[in-house]
């Protein structure tokens, strides 16, 4: 039975002995993202919404003010026409509206929709005249720039009813 009592005497050791913790399990905190950023993210749909509304606004003035240079963007019909340049004109319109809305605050959804519809009409009526160049690709980021502010549900700077 000696070997029992080694045995006892070890077990009873190792139970006064005192147990050292587990060593802290890694977990990563978030990063802290900065007073900067917690200052910006707010108004980030108030500036995007602006800056598309400041494109608008600066196309729509000037297809309303020299007309007939923007006429060669109207497929199918001849750039010389009357037509031609009254639907230039009425676009000018839309787009100096749509983008005072936009600046402005007033019905933003509704403004960023149709200034999204817009464009894309613009994307595809260019793409088929012609192909994909340099203008096609700028306006499809503002394409995207619109869709991004019809998806933002947070804005700043609006004017409500």
């Known amino acids: 039975m000696p070997r ?47 800056a598309l509304g400041l494109v608008l606004l600066w196309f729509g003035i000037h297809e309303l003010i020299q007309p007939s240079l923007w006429t060669g963007y109207i497929p199918a019909i001849p750039s010389t026409s009357h037509v031609a340049l009254a639907l230039v004109l009425a676009h000018g319109w839309v787009l100096s509206v749509l983008g005072v809305a936009l600046c402005l605050g007033v019905a933003t959804r509704m403004a960023a929709a149709l200034s999204a519809l817009a464009l894309l009409e613009i994307v595809i009526s260019l793409s088929l005249t012609g192909g994909v160049t340099d203008i096609v690709a700028r306006d499809l980021g503002v394409f995207g720039l619109a869709v991004a502010v019809l998806a933002s549900d947070q804005h700043r700077l609006v004017l409500r009813g």
Do not use: C, F, K
């Open 4 to 50: 029992r009592n080694r045995i006892a005497r070890a077990a009873a050791r190792a139970a006064e002995r005192p147990v050292a913790p587990p060593p802290p399990a890694v977990v990563s905190a978030p990063r802290p993202r900065g007073q900067v950023m917690d200052r910006i993210q707010p108004w980030a749909p108030a500036v995007a919404r602006v």
